[in-house]
């Protein structure tokens, strides 16, 4: 019988019949080349079981598994800010993105200092912010004013979504395009994330220079 | 235990498989989440074609495939190596035999073909069945059985000389 790789192979899965089984170990038995050959495929198996653990255990998991748990229905609002609460919290630098503690529609998380005053007194387009700029200004649907930035922190850089309501500024969706964390991911189909969210706050067109100033002015109170 | 609650404790439990699939498929640790995270959510989407009673594993890696082939591939960033090569189970004696090994066979399984680093990913590393890789892969069992054992015949070519005979040895 001649112990091609195909049988050993097969053989070392247990993948033959009971006949070829038998026939292929006393075949082995007296053929040491074939023996040899067995065994370093054991060998490699074991190495490449070593070489590729499970990972497990660690922050992209239990972000997936919100997910999961979240189910299909989650509202779009949640399904993206999720990925950005947790790179956040990966890296423990942007301590005010935090998981929403309940299925609250009214707000996700509170913005960081820096982000609140850009938010509060930036125009649109002034980079002054330590890496925090406004990019447009408009009035969603239900009358809130929203303001899309874009951050760069040590955490990760991306676009980001805030409306102001009577708590003040809430970030109602994030878009890390890049992190530098090792643990930090991009979301697949990244800047459609952010659209998504505009598009169903249902908002007007971007105010102008004028607008914008005149709303600044009067700390984001309707006129 | 509602239909529901049994696919999303399924799919929770079979995230770190998924994504050690995904590794083998991409070669890149980070292309491998976003590419769990693709399929994870289009599993979601189409959880209703998925039968309760069948394998959501072979399910699940089918769609990742798919989405692999289909859209992430063209997108895919600048290939990362694998990261987090550790050894597992170190019994100290042959642990220098076994760095080299695992080294060694982490550089060949990056160089096989996609084919075959799927059929070992499936059945060596998932300890599935021939039937059950083939059914993952769509082809027939026998291309499963050739496909590994080409795979493992170059796999163990590359391993260091004293291997199989240490392992005999002992």
């Known amino acids: ?223 | 235990m509602s239909t529901n609650t049994a696919f999303s404790q399924q799919l929770v439990e079979l995230i770190p498989r998924l994504r050690r699939f995904a590794r083998s498929l991409t070669r890149s640790a980070a292309d491998a989440d976003d590419l769990t995270q693709a399929a994870i959510e289009r599993a979601l989407v189409h959880q209703a074609s998925w039968k309760p009673g069948t394998r959501l594993d072979s399910w699940v890696y089918r769609i990742a495939q798919n989405l692999w082939r289909d859209d992430l591939r063209a997108h895919r960033r600048r290939a990362e190596p694998l990261d987090g090569l550790e050894v597992a189970g170190e019994d100290g004696r042959d642990s220098f035999v076994r760095l080299i090994e695992v080294g060694e066979v982490a550089d060949s399984f990056q160089g096989l073909p996609e084919e075959q680093r799927l059929v070992l990913s499936l059945v060596v590393l998932d300890g599935l069945s021939y039937q059950e890789a083939a059914n993952v892969l769509e082809v027939p069992v026998g291309t499963v059985m050739s496909r590994l054992a080409r795979a493992r015949g170059r796999l163990a070519a590359q391993m260091p000389a004293s291997a199989g005979r240490l392992r005999a040895a002992k």
Do not use: H
């Open chain 1, 1 to 223: 019988m001649e112990l091609n790789d195909e049988l050993l192979s097969a053989y070392l899965d247990n993948a033959l019949d009971e006949d070829q089984q038998a026939a292929v170990s006393a075949a082995l038995a007296t053929d040491a080349g074939a023996r040899l050959r067995l065994e370093r495929m054991q060998a490699a198996d074991r190495a490449l079981r070593a070489s590729l653990p499970l990972p497990q255990g660690d922050k992209f998991e239990a972000m997936m598994t919100a997910r999961i748990q979240m189910g299909r229905s989650a509202p779009r609002w949640q399904r993206t800010v999720l990925p950005w609460a947790l790179a956040a919290s990966v890296a423990g630098l942007v301590a005010g993105y935090m998981l929403p503690r309940e299925q609250s529609p009214a707000g996700l998380s509170a913005p960081d200092a820096v982000l609140a005053r850009v938010l509060d007194e930036a125009p649109s387009g002034d980079v002054a912010g330590q890496g925090t700029s406004v990019v447009l200004s408009f009035q969603a649907g239900d009358g809130r004013y929203c303001r899309l930035f874009r951050a760069a922190r040590d955490a990760g850089s991306g676009e980001g979504l805030a409306c102001r309501g009577s708590a003040g500024w809430q970030v109602v969706a994030w878009d890390a395009t890049t992190t530098t964390s090792t643990e930090g991911f991009r979301a697949a189909g990244a800047g459609m994330l952010i659209d998504g969210a505009m598009s169903e706050l249902g908002g007007r067109p971007a105010m102008d220079a004028g607008e914008e100033v005149a709303a600044i002015k009067r700390g984001w109170s309707k006129p």
